[in-house]
Each structure stands twice: as structure tokens, then as C-alpha cells.
């Protein structure tokens, strides 16, 4: 469009422009700032090319706007803004304007344009607040317009000038010769202004006169400040048209000063018309003075002495004053080379001007006092620029009792030396570094006085009209003698940070200082700075105050801090300059927060330039992690520490930072003294930071995630510095590197970014002390706001007045009233979209913060494989939240479950809704445990003692808000949601719905959350392997049962067509949960029925057969129905399509998943008389082939099958070795069924060839909860009790070798017959000799010693393997428990350096206390021997086994007197032993070199593994659901575990002391132990007899032996076949002869059993 049609499309931009000024599109916020300025930019660049079009639109936009009618002070306010804003792009375009513009445009310009402009400058005087401001701007506008349109601007003057002289009122508009003051002159332009003058000036009236003699001085101003190279050639090469000019008018003037008060008129033009002059300054400094210029020399000697306040009048006097500046000032655009009399002229003067201006004792004033502070800066800048070496001006200013008129007139002057150096040989602003001390004396006052009045006044706009304590006449209305004051003392602060913004160096100079003096004054003046920030009552200087710690923070003013320790000093006076504002920010003490958010991020991208700086220059230095602490000691010596208070900045007069440090450089660790508050400070800016992301404000928001930016960079310099982890400076960098990405792309709206933003804090991974602090603020924030808006609009009645005082003080869209105690106005949209965002903020976080305290509310298992002393049987600790109410987050949920069921009149609806979405959408997983936990709870208490549902409308309410947060939160597959959804069981809460929910009865709203849970089971189905069900098939069961109740409840009673439609929609969600429940789930009717179990499935299964048949008949029906009719029974047709098709899924489920119970009652309905169920039937048949039914189950050996699937269950191992089932197994059984679970552990593992994987795992726990090396396998543990099995199954054998032949020849050889052994003096016989004992005892320990490090090469392999794991898993898990240092420097050593023994140790001591030493003590019972041996023996052998100990576990007697004499002799051998150790430890025999002596499986293990998961079934669901690893294992194993359980049906009900299992000796294992030691195994004939599989064993008869049986079946087929009734794979041992088995009476099989017995 703007190539072809250029005029439309700027006339477009320009009706764009007009549309978005505040006047039409109301009060500005951030985004409409932004586009008005876009379009100023685009305006001002279609300009240069389209000027007249963009020109005239803004004119008539102006004139508009001008015309305009306004009623308000906001109106007034927006008319105000608009009108700026449209001024200040009229003068950029001006000022760009093409030199090619067509005269036409310039017509346009005077008669459109300049009228309006006028306007501003003439029509709005004092009364209007924003004249002033308005002024300044149309007067810029006349300047550019003047620039390239002079001889438009000028016409209008010299016309209205003519018109003055033939007017003859007294009174005339002389409005149009004051434009002078205004428009851009050069030399050229006021020769002609000069020479129209001095045509007309005669003719003039007087008050034409007097406005042409103002203006004409502006407007020389105008020229030299503008021109000032003009000007000074001038003086170089003389203008004698310019001074004819010159000197006729001044001739006129003079002439036209006939009284004292028209002199004191017209002396300032008459000076500047004799500098204009050259060459008659030179003229009259002479002695003799031609006649035509005596009036020149006379007004000179006149001013002299008006000036030295001779001339008695006042006026001439305070007239002199003027034209003596004016005359300093003109003075120093003049190179004193080139005409050196007018410098000897000015310095005749400036005495009498000093005594006149600068007099303390006797203030100069004229009554006005913007006029007078203007002459004394302009006279103060002169003098500086024509003497700055000697110039008393400034002293006198300088002095702490001089009025504070005298100091804002030198700091203003300051900052005009510094900002106007348009001449060469003007003097710099380093001249005054010398008087920095006194500068920020000056400023430590001033801030003291403006700081302790700013509590008691209010805000002060600071505007160019200035007030101080002396007498004022410019005020309208009479002010206070403490306002007064107050005024000055602002007025001055704000030049003073100005000042200090201009050139910091003027405050931070500090010559011949030492470090901690330079550091002090630093921080003494950042500290004043940074008090400025938050205060309200003085916007203006806040403004300025941050602009100034900008500049401050660059890298040349850092320098400036404290050059002898620049870093050190940085980060300490930033830090806390930065803790300080973000406490000042989290605490919304702040109004414009989000400017000062985008301050503080330039701060710290300073801070980053600063610390890349000084880590590029000293690479080889790692201070900069000594100044975060990292490594140091917070508490070091050296230096002082800080005099701040680490919670608050002291906002006192004179509070500072810390205000010394020792002359401390970079290669000195002292400086970790002040290290706390740097992290301290990123502590505080993470708070900040996380607090605005849930501001409403989205530029805050945007703002706030662009700086985490900028801390990534800081860590990412910080941690270059040495190999140090960014992560270690920064944990959540990842995070925060996505928040910084997303700042800078373009939102949506605030619902999306909120939205992104949530998602992100729901990544934050690891707890700090910033995201924790940053929760627990926002909480006690939102606590308050939720108060406040359910107690709305009471809280409005009683405080109206102050809601609406802060909602105009304060930012409306920000609650910072809510954290001060006042109200909310819940009509500010705002304010509840800043509660919704909180809400959300704390819901995403809280899983971190969850993580940040050890007692947070997850689920926590302590298992019994704990500590020996914390050891108590299979009790499951399981902390709940309950026992943790009182923590923040779990307070928080509790609010949240409360606020589900709001019922606030105006917002209730809207905070139900956002709590909805909010939790089950932007919920932290982490937290899921916890709210699943207190929604079970609390649905909970809607049942009464007896089981009976407490109907009420508000729990109703929370029931159905339940259903939608949990399918929500099902159906959002957040990040981490996996992980976190299986650690607390729903079984519970979703039977408690389904319960309270099924006594709704069939109204509308009830049938609608009927439809809802139905929906919300199908969605628990899908995300089945996430969750976590402790008795899964009880509960799907339980489950199918409630939900087939609601099918076809009363969907043909109801008569209304929208019931029935919902009805059917009922149908249709119950039955497509039901198809979820029922996919592979085997039927598990009641327990405790007293009816078969075989026979209950089956008439379970006939039961909801009969239903879906019936469902399908009723389809079919209303089909028919359906047919007959159009309209909207077709959609009803739809319908029931789609409810038949989930009916036929239900059934091929069911019978899918109950083949054995179930074919026989659906078989019949292949052959079914009706085409349509045997049509169904099929169907039935195809889906269930087609989703791989296993017909297997219908086989007679189902049950062994199943068991076999069980123990390869409980088998299994998981990718990284886990033992996910047999763990879980052996963390919950009670400890009075350890012996037996390690019998059925280990013979079932040893049958896997993976007895080694379940010795690692059971070993490795141990030995990480043991204390130290001494106590390993010292306790009554599991892990010992395997341990004692294995030794005793597979080394029965090798002791029996061993030691029988040792024993038998101590307790038969004759030199042995009448040894004693007993070394205990206490316990001597009179004859006995204990010398001769002692060596007894040394020599039978020493034979017996030497036998069994000698045998290592007899020892078993299996018994290697034990050993080999022991020593493995002991090096591991002490190698886990060893510091990182100590991994770093010795892998190897680490066993030794955390315990006085190496690991190898631990292989010896166990191995003899619970294997060698009790056969040695007790050979009988071992046996090994077939009688006891002796007492005297006995005694022997109990005290060789205390050496043999001694020497395994590598420690000395201390305790036992009688034993130390033993020392020698286990000390010398301590080495012999560790070799033995170490030749049985070190290497694991192949599994496929190990002969397997329990390879195969006996009945009665497989009956008690059923026995034991059975009955521990839920606490090991709880156990896994809190510890497994669904990556590490694959689909949960517990899930296939109740499955199979479930097909076996629970085991014999018969106590554990009855059973035949039970009653085995287990700990001498007679069968186990005959098989090894006759070694049948290895014989040929049992290897034959194996592979035929025919014999088991289980039980014992009567006498203990065990009992065989014999499967006549598998040895000659077809002949006894065993009947599925059957308990397990075994023949029934009831049946004594071939008779029939009660359960094989509906299959004609026989059962055929062999008993053994004796």
C-alpha cells in the first residue's frame, strides 16, 4: 500500500497515531506507550519523505485535540499527555525537515502550524499545572520551525511590529513580539531582527517597547548559545553592519531610559548591544572618548556604580547585577586573546557582583526567585570559566552554614559546567574534584533532612519552579515553615543526584585516601543513593537516584570505589545495594516496581561486565569464588566485618553500607569475611525475581524472566574461573535459561504467558534457599488476599475511603495493599487476576519446596532391613501428610481443597473455576502424593461410623470439583508427572466417589457427575502404569461391580427426550470404563463366601455376561425403534452404535481375561437360536483371538504354569540388577518368617543360576545400613539369616571334611586326653597350670588354623561366590558412603581410610562367625560329630573360636585379661588370614562351573512364596510405589504380580504353626543337607531322573521325612491325568488309591497321588 498508494497509507499511520493518544484511548500502560511511540518514530521518518502530509496531520490532530471539551482530572491529565506527545513529534519531523520544501508548504506551515503553537505560548499561563511543561515543548517546536521557516516565523513579527506602530492603545497584544524568546537566530537573522528594530523602535508605545527590549536579549541568548562559533568571530574579525545596528539601537534605548525605572529595563540589552560592539568597548576603555560614544563610556561608570550600591536606587542596583552577568556571560564565549579590555572591564566588576550575590549574611533577592537562583548560576559559571583556578565563589557556596539557596545554585551550576562545553578554552569539571569531600558532606546532609521529612509530606512533583526557606513571593497559596524547608532540601537532593549522575567522579574523588577511608565515603553515598530508590514521596528523585547507581555501576566509576581493592569492594556495596532493593521489591514497597525491575537488570548486567573484566585480566585467580564463598570460611579473620544488618538496609540518616575494609587485594582470602551477603544478595534477587513472575503486569513478568538471564552469565563467568559446575552457582540454570529464552519471544496474552510460566516452575528441579523463600512469601501474601476477598465487600464498608487512597496512590494492578493490611476491590480485575496468579505460582513451585524439607508429606517406607536397633518386624512407617499438617505447602492444599467449594456471592464461581484448573492442570507432580492423600481424607469424612454417605450440597460440590481436578490432572501428562502419580495409592478416594456418587439418584446434575467419574476411570485405566494400586484386582473388581450397577439404570423409565439422552451418555461412559477395568483383569469374587473359588468366578463371570447380553438385546430394541423415526432419535441411534461396540469390547474383555471360568457359560451362545447373539458371539470370539487370548489357561497344567510365571516373577531382574519383587518381598515380611523367607529366597534363586544376584542386592543393603565394619551381619537381619543358609546348604560337606578329622583327633588321641583348655584363672582347677593350658589352647588353635587356611582350595564354589558377593558389595557400598574427596585421591583406599579395617575383613568375620566358628563350637548339632564332645573339649573349642575371631576380624583382646596373652599369636597371623580371605573372596566361579545342589524347586517353597506375597500383597505395592523406578524395571512388576495372584486365588487357610512346611526344621535342613552331602546330584542316575521331571517333593510325613511324589502322567502318557483342581502343579495328597478328586468331577479326570511314607 505504501508504494502505490503513499498518500492513503501516511494518512492511515497518521489516523493511527490520533486514535492511540491518551485523550482517546484512556491512561496509558506499558503496551500503549510503546505502539504511541512506534508510531512517533514511523511519523517522524515518513517525514524526510512526505513531509507536507505528516506536517498537516499533526496540525490538525493538534487543533483537534486543543478544541476539545474535557470534564475530570483525568481528562485533563490525557488531554495534557496527548498534547505533549503530539508537540514532540512535530518538532522531530521540523527538525528533519528537507531542505526541498516547496514554498507551499511553508504557506501551510505559518497559516496551520504556527497559530497553534502560539496557542501554548501565549494562552497558558500560570494556574495550569503542565504550562510550564507545554511551554518548553511548543517553544522547541517554534525553534525547529524557525530553522528552515524564518522568514515565515520573522513575518509574522515585523508584521505585528508595524501594526504596533500605528496602534494607539496602551495595552496592545505584544504576544507575537515575544516569539523572539523562542525562534532559532544566527548572525545573519539578528542583523535583520537588529535593523527591524531600529526601524520601528521609536514609533513603538511603551509597552512595545519594553516586550521588544526582553525579547531582543533572549533572543542574542538564542544566538550564542546556538552559534557560539559565530559569536566569537565576532571579536576576531569585527561586523561593522552588526555594530552600526548595534549602536544605533543602543542609542535609542538610552535614549528611551528617561527614569531610574526604565534604566534598570534596559541595561542588560544595553550591555549585550555594547559586546556586540568591539570596537567601541575598545574606544571608550581609552582616556579620551569621541563625543558619539560618551553615552557608552557613561553607562559603564553609571553601572560601576549602580553595582557598588552607590547610585541609592535599588532597581539600578539589582538591574546592574544583571548586566554585569550578562556581560561575564557573553564574556567567556570571547577568547581573551582577542580583545583583552573586555576582560579587564568584566574583572572591574565581579568584586562588587561577589558582595552583591554571594553575601551569606545578606542574601541577594529581587523578589522572584527562579530569576535570582538563575543570575547567581549564570554569574558562578562565568566566573569558573574565566578564572577556575581562583575562584571564591565557590568556597562561599561550598560552606556547610551558607543558605541552601547558595548550594542548589552551586550544584546547578556544576552540572552546567559539565553538560555545556561548547568552547575550547572553557575550563573542565576536574578543576572541582579537589572540593569532593565537602560535595558529599553536602549531599550526606541534605539527604538526612529531605529522608526525615519525606514520612510527613506528600509526594512533590519537581518542576522548574523552585522553592526555598527564604521569603517567596511566587507562591499562590501560604506553606509552612517545614514545607518550606522541605521543598529546598528536595529541590536540592534531586540537583545533587543529577549532579552526581553527570560526573560520579565529583562525589567518589578521593585524593591521598587510604582503602578503608575511600570504601567508607563509597559506601556512605551508595547508601544514600539507594535509600532514594523506594521513596514514594519523592518520584523524581528516586528516578534520578537509580539513573546515578547506573552510572556508578560502570566500569571507569567502579575504579573510583576503592582502587586498592576494587572487586572485593564491588561486590560488597552492590550486594548489599541489591539485597536492599529486592527486599524493598518482594515487600511491594515500591510503586513504579517494573521500572525499577528493568534498573536492576541493567545493574546486573554491569555487574556481569565487571566481573568478565576483572576474571579476563587475571585468568590464573580464583578469588571470584572466595567472594561467593565458595570454599571459604564465613567466619575468617582479617577484616571487618559488616556493620549492616543482613535483614534491612538501615533507612536512618546516615545508615550505610560497611563502611571499611583492610587494605586487602585479590591474592588475600580475607576478603571471604564479607562473602554471606553476596549470597545473600543472589538469595534475595532469585526471591524478587520468582515474586513479579506472577505479577499481572506482563512486562514485570517479561522483565523478570530476561534477568534471570543475566544471573546464567554471572554463573557462567564465575564458574570459568576454576572446573567448578555452573550448577554448583546456580542449581536451576537449565530453568532458568528457558525463562530468559521465552522473555524474548511474543506472547499471546497473559493467560499464555502465565501459562509458559507455570510450566517452567514446574521444571524447576532442585530446592534453594531463593525459590523457597520466594514460596513461602508469595504464600503469607496469598493467605491474606484469599481473606480479604472472601470477607469482600465487608472489608470495602468498613475501609472504603482507604481502598480507594491506595488504589490512586498505588499501581492498580498491583496488590501491594493487600501485604500492608488494607483492602481489595475485587471490581479491579487485576487484583483477582494477581490472586489467580499466586494461586498458580504456588502450585507450580510447591513440589520444590516440598523437596526442601526432609519432612514434607511424601510417603516415606522404612523398611526392616533398617538399623539392627530400628529393626521391628514388617511394620511400614508411612509419614503422611497428616503428620505434617502444619508445613506451608500442606497448608496451602488444605486452603485449596477449601477454596474448591467457595460459595463468595461475587467470585465464588471464578476461584472455583481457577482452583480447578489450576490444581489439576499446574499442579507440581511432586505434590500429587500430598493432595491425593488429603482428597482421600477428606472425602473420607463424608461417611458416618457406619458406612453411611453424609449427603450434603457442599460436599456434593467437593466430590464433583474432585472428579474434575483428578481427571484433569490424569489427563495432562505433565514433565515428571510419571515419577510423582504412583507414590500415594487412589484406590481408596476413587471407591469412596464411586460410593458417595451412587446415592446421588438420577436427577440431572446427578447423572452428569455419574458421567464425569466414569470418564475420569477411563482416563485412571489409561494412565494405569503410572499409578500406583496396592490391591489392584480387589479394586478393579470392586470397581466394575459399582459401575455395571449404573447400565441401564433408568434409561427407559425416563420420559424427558434431553434425561434419556443423558442417561445414555451415562450408559455409554459406564461402559467404556467398565472395557478399561475389565482389560486383563481376572475375576476375584468376595472372599470368605464359603464358596469354592473356581465356582464363585464362574458365576461372577455368568453375572456380568448376563448383563452385557441384555444391554446388547436393549441396543438392538430401541435401534429398531430409532429406525422407524427421524430427526433426533438419529443421534439417539449414534448413540447406542457406539454404546453396543464399547458392550462387545466389555465382554471379549471378560472373557478374554477369564477364559477357565468363563467359556463355558458363552460357549452356548455360538449356537444360539437368535442370528443376532450368535452374530455377537462371534464377534465376541473374533476380538478375543484377535487380542492373543492364551487358550493356555484351559490346559491341566494352568496352575504350575502360573506358578512357574510367579517365581520368574519374583526372579526377575531389572537392567541396573535390581531385584524389584523379591526386595519389596524381603523389606515387609515380619521377621518371624525371615528363616522361612530365606529358604524359599535362596532355593529359588539357586534354581535361576541368580543366587549371586540375590546375594549382591541383600548385601549391599546391609552393609549401607551398617554403622561400621564391626557390626556387619552381628544382628538377627535377613540378610544374615541368607547368609546362614547358604553356608550351612552348601558347606555342610566341606566342614565335615574339615573338621571331623581335627576334632576326632582332640577328643581321641591320647596326648589330648587329659589337656585342659581353660586360660581363665578364675575358673582353674588347683592342679591345673595355666602356662601349660595357655600353650594347650595356642597349640590345638594353631593346628586347627592352619587346616583351614590350608583348605582353600576344597572350599565350595558356591561358598566363593558368597564370599566373592560379600566382598564386592562391601567394597561398593563403602566406596558410595567415602566423601568425593576421598574418592578423587584413592579409589582404592577409601574402605580403609573411612574404617580402621579394609573390606576384605568383612568376609572373615562373617564367614567365621556365622559359618566356621558355630560348627566348631557346636559340632554335634552341625553334625559333624554323632556325640557331643567333652565339657573340657567343649571349653577348648569355645575358646579357640574367640582367636579364630580375633584373628577374622583383625582385632585384638582388650577386654578379656585372660585372652591377651592370645595377642602374639592373632597378631602374627592377621596376614595369613587376609590371604585366605582374600584367595576365597576374590574371584566368582562361573555360574555354568557351579553345581546347582537346589536346581530343582520344592513344593513347599512355591507354596510358601505364594504364601508370603499373598499375604504382604498391599504392603509391597506400598513399599514399590515409594521406591521402585519405573525406567530402571520396565512395566511395574507388581502389576504382573497381582495379576497372578489373583488367577491363584488366595492360599490355604490354615495357621502357619499347622502347616507341614512350617513344622520343617529349617535351620538344619535334613533333606537339603542329605542331597549335598551324598552328593546325589552328581550321579548319573539322579541327572536321568531329573530331566524326566516326574518326582516333587513337599511336606513330611508324620516323623518329619519328606514326602515324594510321582506324576504318573508325564512318565507313560495317556494314562493318569491329573485334574486342574489341584492346589498347585503336585498330586493331591488326599487321595490315597485311584478314586475320584472332588474338584475333577465336572472334567471325568482321575487324580493319582503316591505317598512316601516311613
Not at 520544501?101 to 501554548?120: A, G, N, S, Y
Amino acid at each position: 500500500m505504501a508504494a502505490h498508494k503513499p498518500v492513503e497509507w501516511v494518512q492511515a499511520v497518521v489516523s493511527r497515531f490520533d486514535e492511540q493518544l491518551p485523550i482517546k484511548a484512556g491512561q496509558q500502560n506499558t503496551h500503549t506507550k510503546v505502539s504511541t511511540e512506534h508510531n512517533k518514530e514511523c511519523l517522524i521518518n515518513i517525514s524526510k519523505y512526505k513531509f507536507s502530509l505528516v506536517i498537516s496531520g499533526l496540525t490538525n490532530i493538534l487543533k483537534n485535540v486543543n478544541n476539545m471539551r474535557i470534564f475530570g482530572e483525568a481528562a485533563e491529565k490525557n488531554l495534557y499527555l496527548s498534547q505533549l506527545i503530539i508537540l514532540d513529534t512535530l518538532e522531530k519531523c521540523l527538525a528533519g525537515q528537507p531542505k526541498d520544501t516547496m514554498r507551499l508548504d511553508e504557506t501551510m506551515l505559518v497559516k496551520q502550524l504556527l497559530p497553534e503553537i502560539c496557542h501554548f505560548i501565549h494562552t497558558y499561563r500560570e494556574g495550569n499545572q503542565h504550562a510550564a511543561e507545554l511551554r518548553n515543548s511548543a517553544s522547541g517546536v517554534l525553534f525547529s520551525l524557525s530553522c528552515n521557516n524564518f522568514n515565515a516565523v520573522f513575518s509574522r513579527i515585523s508584521t505585528r511590529l508595524q501594526e504596533l506602530t500605528v496602534c494607539s492603545e496602551d495595552n496592545a497584544d505584544v504576544h507575537d513580539i515575544e516569539l523572539l524568546q523562542y525562534i532559532s537566530v544566527d548572525c545573519i537573522k539578528l542583523k535583520r531582527i537588529l535593523q527591524e528594530t531600529v526601524f520601528k523602535f521609536k514609533a513603538l508605545k511603551k509597552v512595545a517597547q519594553l516586550a521588544v527590549i526582553n525579547s531582543l536579549e533572549k533572543a542574542f541568548w538564542n544566538w550564542v548559545e546556538n552559534y557560539p562559533d559565530e559569536f566569537t568571530k565576532l571579536y576576531q574579525t569585527p561586523q561593522t553592519d552588526m555594530a552600526d545596528c548595534a549602536e544605533k539601537l543602543f542609542d535609542l534605548v538610552d535614549g528611551f531610559a528617561e527614569s531610574t525605572k526604565r534604566k534598570a529595563a534596559v541595561w542588560p540589552l544595553q550591555i549585550i548591544l555594547l559586546v556586540l560592539c568591539p570596537e567601541i568597548i575598545q574606544d571608550i576603555a581609552k582616556d579620551v572618548v569621541e563625543e558619539t560614544k560618551i553615552n557608552k563610556k557613561l553607562f559603564l561608570d553609571n553601572l560601576r556604580k549602580a553595582l557598588a550600591s552607590h547610585s541609592g536606587s535599588r532597581q539600578l542596583t539589582e538591574s546592574a547585577a544583571i548586566a554585569c552577568v550578562k556581560l561575564c556571560k557573553a564574556s567567556t564565549y570571547i577568547n581573551w586573546e582577542d580583545n583583552s579590555v573586555i576582560f579587564l572591564l568584566v574583572q572591574s566588576m565581579v568584586d562588587d557582583l561577589k558582595t552583591l550575590l554571594f553575601n551569606p549574611c545578606k542574601p541577594f533577592s529581587r523578589g522572584n526567585q527562579n530569576a535570582d537562583v538563575d543570575l547567581m548560576i549564570d554569574c558562578l559559571v562565568s566566573c569558573f570559566r574565566i578564572n577556575p583556578q581562583n575562584n571564591p565563589y565557590l568556597k562561599i557556596c561550598l560552606a556547610q552554614n551558607s543558605p541552601s539557596t547558595f548550594h542548589y545554585v552551586l550544584v546547578n551550576s556544576l552540572q552546567r559546567i559539565i553538560t555545556n562545553s561548547e568552547v575550547d578554552w572553557w575550563p573542565k569539571i576536574d578543576a572541582v574534584y579537589c572540593h569532593s569531600v565537602e560535595l558529599r558532606s553536602m549531599f550526606s546532609e541534605t539527604l538526612q533532612k529531605a529522608v526525615q521529612s519525606c514520612g510527613s509530606h506528600p509526594a512533590i512533583r519537581m518542576t522548574p519552579s523552585l522553592t526555598f526557606k527564604e521569603k517567596m513571593t511566587s507562591l499562590k497559596f501560604k506553606e509552612k515553615p517545614t514545607d518550606l524547608e522541605t521543598r529546598s532540601y528536595k529541590f536540592l537532593l534531586l540537583s545533587m543526584v543529577k549532579l552526581l549522575h553527570a560526573d560520579p567522579k565529583l562525589l567518589l574523588y578521593n585524593p591521598r585516601k587510604q582503602g578503608p577511608e575511600t570504601q567508607s565515603s563509597t559506601a556512605e553515598l551508595i547508601t544514600g543513593l539507594v535509600q532514594l530508590v523506594p521513596q514514594s514521596n519523592m518520584p523524581e528523585i528516586a528516578q534520578e537516584a537509580m539513573e546515578a547507581l547506573l552510572v556508578l555501576h560502570q566500569l571507569e566509576s567502579i575504579d573510583l570505589w576503592n582502587p586498592d581493592a576494587p572487586i572485593e569492594t564491588f561486590w560488597e556495596i552492590s550486594s548489599q545495594m541489591l539485597f536492599y532493593i529486592c527486599k524493598k521489591l518482594t515487600g511491594h514497597q515500591m510503586l513504579s516496581s517494573t521500572e525499577i525491575l528493568k534498573w536492576l537488570r541493567e545493574i546486573l548486567i554491569c555487574r556481569n561486565k565487571f566481573l568478565l573484566k576483572n576474571k579476563q585480566s587475571d585468568r590464573s585467580s580464583c578469588h571470584f569464588l572466595f567472594l561467593y564463598g565458595v570454599g571459604c570460611d564465613v567466619s575468617g579473620s582479617g577484616a571487618s566485618q559488616l556493620s549492616l544488618d543482613h535483614e534491612e538496609m538501615r533507612c536512618a540518616p546516615g545508615a550505610t553500607l560497611r563502611k571499611g575494609k583492610g587494605n586487602s587485594s585479590m591474592e588475600s582470602t580475607a576478603g571471604c569475611s564479607g562473602t554471606p551477603i553476596c549470597r545473600q544478595a543472589q538469595t534475595k534477587l532469585e526471591v524478587a525475581l520468582y515474586m513479579f513472575l506472577w505479577s499481572p503486569d506482563i512486562e514485570a513478568v517479561l522483565v523478570a524472566m530476561s534477568c534471570f538471564r543475566h544471573l546464567c552469565e554471572e554463573a557462567d563467568i564465575r564458574c570459568g574461573v576454576d572446573e567448578v559446575s555452573v550448577h554448583n552457582f546456580l542449581p536451576n540454570y537449565n530453568t532458568f535459561m528457558e525463562f530468559a529464552s521465552v522473555s524474548n519471544m511474543m506472547s499471546t496474552g497473559r493467560a499464555a504467558l502465565q501459562k509458559r510460566v507455570m510450566a517452567l516452575l514446574r521444571r524447576i528441579e532442585h530446592p534453594t534457599a531463593g525459590n523457597t523463600e520466594a514460596w513461602e512469601d508469595t504464600h503469607a501474601k496469598w493467605e491474606q488476599a484469599t481473606k480479604l476477598i472472601l470477607n469482600y465487600p465487608k472489608t470495602k464498608m468498613e475501609d472504603g475511603q482507604v481502598t480507594d487512597s491506595l488504589h490512586k496512590t498505588i499501581v492498580r494492578r498491583r496488590m501491594s495493599h493487600v501485604s500492608g493490611g488494607g483492602s481489595i476491590d475485587l471490581s479491579d480485575t487485576d487484583s483477582l487476576q494477581e490472586w489467580i496468579n499466586m494461586t498458580g505460582f504456588l502450585c507450580a513451585l510447591g513440589g520444590v519446596c516440598l523437596q526442601h524439607r526432609s519432612n514434607a508429606g511424601l510417603a516415606t517406607y522404612s523398611p526392616p532391613m533398617g538399623p539392627i536397633n530400628e529393626r521391628k518386624g514388617s511394620m511400614i512407617s508411612m509419614i503422611s501428610t497428616e503428620g505434617n499438617a502444619e508445613t506451608p505447602v500442606s497448608k496451602f492444599i488444605d486452603r485449596l481443597l477449601s477454596l474448591m467449594v467457595c460459595n463468595h456471592e461475587k467470585v465464588g464461581l471464578q476461584i472455583r473455576t481457577n482452583i480447578k484448573d489450576l490444581v489439576g492442570l499446574e499442579l507440581s507432580p511432586a505434590l500429587y502424593p500430598m493432595l491425593f492423600n488429603k482428597l482421600k481424607n477428606t472425602i473420607s469424612k463424608f461417611f458416618d461410623s457406619q458406612g453411611q454417605v453424609l449427603l450434603t450440597e457442599t460436599n456434593t460440590q467437593f466430590v464433583e470439583q474432585t472428579i474434575a481436578i483428578m481427571k484433569n490432572l490424569l489427563d495432562n501428562h505433565t514433565e515428571g508427572s510419571s515419577e510423582h502419580l504412583g507414590q500415594a495409592s487412589i484406590e481408596t478416594m476413587m471407591l469412596n466417589l464411586v460410593r458417595y456418587v451412587r446415592v446421588l439418584g438420577n436427577l440431572v446434575h446427578a447423572i452428569q457427575i455419574k458421567t464425569k467419574l466414569c470418564q475420569l476411570v477411563e482416563v485412571m485405566m489409561e494412565r494405569r502404569d503410572d499409578l500406583s494400586f496396592c490391591q489392584e484386582m480387589k479394586f478393579r473388581n470392586k470397581m466394575v461391580e459399582y459401575l455395571t450397577d449404573w447400565v441401564m439404570g433408568t434409561s427407559n423409565q425416563a420420559t424427558d427426550e434431553d434425561v434419556k439422552c443423558l442417561t445414555r451418555d451415562l450408559d455409554q461412559a459406564s461402559m467404556e470404563a467398565v472395557v478399561s477395568l475389565l482389560a486383563g483383569l481376572p475375576l476375584q469374587p468376595e472372599e470368605g463366601d464359603g464358596v469354592e473359588l473356581m465356582e464363585a468366578k464362574s458365576q461372577l463371570f455368568l453375572k456380568y455376561f448376563t448383563l452385557f447380553m441384555n444391554l446388547l438385546n436393549d441396543c438392538s430394541e430401541v435401534e429398531d425403534e430409532s429406525a422407524q423415526t427421524g430427526g433426533r432419535k438419529r443421534g439417539m441411534s449414534r448413540r447406542l452404535a457406539s454404546l453396543r461396540h464399547c458392550t462387545v469390547l466389555a465382554m471379549s474383555n471378560l472373557l478374554n481375561a477369564n477364559v477357565d471360568s468363563g467359556l463355558m457359560h458363552s460357549i452356548g451362545l455360538g449356537y444360539h437360536k437368535d442370528l443376532q447373539t450368535r452374530a455377537t458371539f462371534m464377534e465376541v470370539l473374533t476380538k478375543i483371538l484377535q487380542q492373543g487370548t492364551e487358550f493356555d489357561t484351559l490346559a491341566e497344567t494352568v496352575l504350575a504354569d502360573r506358578f512357574e510365571r510367579l517365581v520368574e516373577l519374583v526372579t526377575m531382574m531389572g537392567d541396573q540388577g535390581e531385584l524389584p519383587i523379591a526386595m519389596a518381598l524381603a523389606n515387609v515380611v515380619p521377621c518371624s518368617q525371615w528363616d522361612e523367607l530365606a529358604r524359599v529366597l535362596v532355593t529359588l534363586f539357586d534354581s535361576r543360576h541368580l543366587l549371586y544376584q540375590l546375594l549382591w542386592n541383600m548385601f549391599s543393603k546391609e552393609v549401607e545400613l551398617a554403622d561400621s565394619m564391626q557390626t556387619l551381619f552381628r544382628g538377627n537381619s535377613l540378610a544374615s539369616k541368607i547368609m546362614t543358609f547358604c553356608f550351612k546348604v552348601y558347606g555342610a560337606t566341606y566342614l565335615q571334611k574339615l573338621l571331623e578329622p581335627l576334632l576326632r583327633t582332640v577328643i581321641t588321641s591320647s596326648e589330648w586326653q587329659h589337656v585342659s583348655f581353660e586360660v581363665d584363672p578364675t575358673r582353674l582347677e588347683h592342679t591345673e597350670s595355666l602356662e601349660a593350658n595357655q600353650r594347650s589352647l595356642l597349640q590345638m588353635t594353631e593346628k586347627f588354623f592352619h587346616a583351614i587356611i590350608n583348605s582353600s582350595s576344597e572350599f565350595p564354589p558356591q561358598l566363593r561366590s558368597v564370599c566373592h558377593c560379600l566382598y564386592q558389595a562391601t567394597c561398593h557400598s563403602l566406596l558410595n558412603k567415602a566423601t568425593v574427596k576421598e574418592k578423587k585421591e584413592n579409589k582404592k583406599s577409601v574402605v580403609s581410610q573411612r574404617f580402621p579395617q579394609n573390606s576384605i575383613g568383612a568376609v572373615g568375620s562373617a564367614m567365621f562367625l556365622r559359618f566356621i566358628n558355630p560348627a566348631i563350637v557346636s559340632p554335634y548339632e552341625a553334625g559333624i560329630l554323632d556325640k557331643k564332645p567333652p565339657p573340657r573339649i567343649e571349653r577348648g573349642l569355645k575358646l579357640m573360636s574367640k582367636i579364630l575371631q580375633s584373628i577374622a576380624n583383625h582385632v585384638l583382646f582388650t577386654k578379656e585379661e585372660h585372652m591377651r596373652p592370645f595377642n602374639d599369636f592373632v597378631k602374627s597371623n592377621f596376614d595369613a588370614a587376609r590371604r585366605f580371605f582374600l584367595d576365597i573372596a576374590s574371584d566368582c566361579p562361573a555360574s555354568d562351573t557351579v553345581n546347582h545342589s537346589l536346581s530343582f524347586i520344592s513344593d513347599g517353597n512355591v507354596l510358601a512364596l505364594h504364601r508370603l506375597l499373598w499375604n504382604n500383597q498391599e504392603k509391597i505395592g506400598q513399599y514399590l510405589s515409594s521406591n521402585r523406578d519405573h525406567k530402571a524395571v520396565g512395566r511395574r512388576p507388581f502389576d504382573k504380580m497381582a495379576t497372578l495372584l489373583a488367577y491363584l486365588g488366595p492360599p490355604e487357610h490354615k495357621p502357619v504353626a499347622d502347616t507341614h512346611w512350617s513344622s520343617l526344621n529349617l535351620t538344619s535342613s535334613k533333606f537339603e543337607e542329605f542331597m549335598t552331602r551324598h552328593q546325589v546330584h552328581e550321579k548319573e542316575e539322579f541327572k536321568a531322573l531329573k530331566t524326566l521331571n516326574i518326582f516333587y517333593q513337599a511336606g513330611t510325613s508324620k516323623a518329619g521325612n519328606p514326602v515324594f511324589y510321582y506324576i504318573a502322567r508325564r512318565f507313560s502318557v495317556g494314562r493318569h491325568l491329573c485334574c486342574r483342581g489341584a492346589r498347585s502343579h503336585l498330586w493331591c495328597r488326599r487321595a490315597r488309591s485311584h478314586l475320584w478328586c472332588r474338584r475333577a468331577r465336572s472334567h471325568g479326570r482321575r487324580c493319582c497321588c503316591v505317598c512316601w511314607s516311613d
